[in-house]
């Protein structure tokens, strides 16, 4: 019931109740309950005392079963958010940790820590959580550390990380490479007013880079023009994905889309549930609600649904909509 509530673009216990209410008898029994709609109080006490890992497995287990390929390979980004709305005392956990399919945009694990700094302990524990045989994970810079990498070559996976100045040997080896002899592989996107350049440099991985499994490594440089002003950003990768498994076309893609949680994720959580301000804060009810968010999210995404803000309005306008997309999911 709660689900289909914020598939409707609910907030608060108060908004899911009301939607609850306003179903009726008949609707809320396609759903399980058999007796009088669930009022605000009941709602806010489960979700403020339901074990958050144990919800978080059963919509991962439906997350998988619709995870489809990118490169041939199914690819997850894994990266951390704060729930800046939930830190108030008496909270239980104010930053998640996701994992992405990066083909779908849907969440397919989540895990929470006390404090941004621990994210590298929940990325092992995502990758524990996970089954990824075959797959890839790409990780931004914090990730880049030898225990990860390791720790995902022994899940049968490949890594794809990015090299920042917080790996400083490793940065300046890559960065004193002979990248000017290399060919590049360029890709250019223009829409709503900005042009993005992204050009990618491939090499197998010198023996000299002490880094396990490392098979390739890449420079990655974005140029982005907007309004007449331009920025240019250059990073390296190193990744376990050999040429044959990664040409530099697909290594380019699986970069890139990795930054899109930002905005499959993140801004969605942010601006159209409005998460950041959520006064939602009492025991596991903060995560247990980002849960039945990203749920809501997959549901629409692989209904076909891009603009999610159109989505909830959609099915706000209808209260039979939600029953029936979370029902067809």
């Not at 489809?68 to 800046?84: E, F, M, P, T, W």
């Not at 956990?93 to 996701?98: E, G, I, N, Q, Y």
Request: charged fraction near 20%; hydrophobic fraction near 45%; glycine fraction near 6%.
């Amino acid at each position: 019931m709660a689900l289909c509530a914020v598939l409707t673009g609910a907030r608060s216990f108060t908004a899911i109740a009301e939607w609850a209410r306003d179903a009726g008898r008949i609707r809320l029994r396609r759903l399980g309950m058999m007796r009088r709609a669930a009022d605000e109080a009941t709602f806010r006490r489960v979700l403020t005392r339901l074990d958050p890992a144990a919800l978080q497995e059963a919509f991962g287990v439906w997350a998988l079963t619709r995870a489809r390929c990118s490169g041939g390979r199914r690819v997850y980004a894994i990266d951390g958010k704060s729930l800046r709305g939930a830190r108030k005392k008496g909270a239980a956990r104010a930053f998640l940790v996701a994992a992405l399919d990066h083909a779908t945009g849907t969440v397919a694990a989540q895990t929470a820590v006390d404090t941004k700094g621990s994210e590298i302990t929940a990325a092992r524990v995502l990758i524990g959580l996970l089954d990824l045989t075959g797959a890839v994970l790409t990780l931004d810079a914090l990730h880049t550390n030898n225990a990860t990498a390791s720790q995902i070559l022994a899940a049968g996976a490949h890594y794809v990380l990015t090299v920042k100045g917080n790996s400083r040997a490793l940065f300046r080896m890559l960065k004193a490479l002979p990248w000017a002899r290399i060919p590049a592989t360029t890709t250019t996107e223009t829409s709503h007013g900005r042009r993005a350049t992204r050009t990618i440099k491939v090499l197998d991985a010198p023996a000299w880079i002490e880094f396990i499994g490392a098979a390739q490594v890449a420079q990655l440089r974005r140029t982005v023009t907007r309004k007449g002003k331009k920025t240019v950003e250059v990073v390296y990768l190193v990744t376990s994905a050999d040429a044959r498994t990664a040409s530099p076309e697909t290594l380019a893609t699986w970069a890139n889309t990795h930054w899109s949680i930002e905005n499959r994720l993140h801004w969605v959580r942010d601006v159209t549930f409005d998460e950041d301000r959520s006064q939602i804060h009492t025991g596991h009810a903060p995560q247990n609600m980002a849960a039945l968010r990203n749920t809501a999210i997959a549901i629409l995404r692989h209904a076909g649904w891009d603009n999610i803000a159109q989505a909830l309005r959609h099915h706000a306008r209808d209260i039979d909509r939600p029953i029936h997309a979370l029902l067809q999911s």
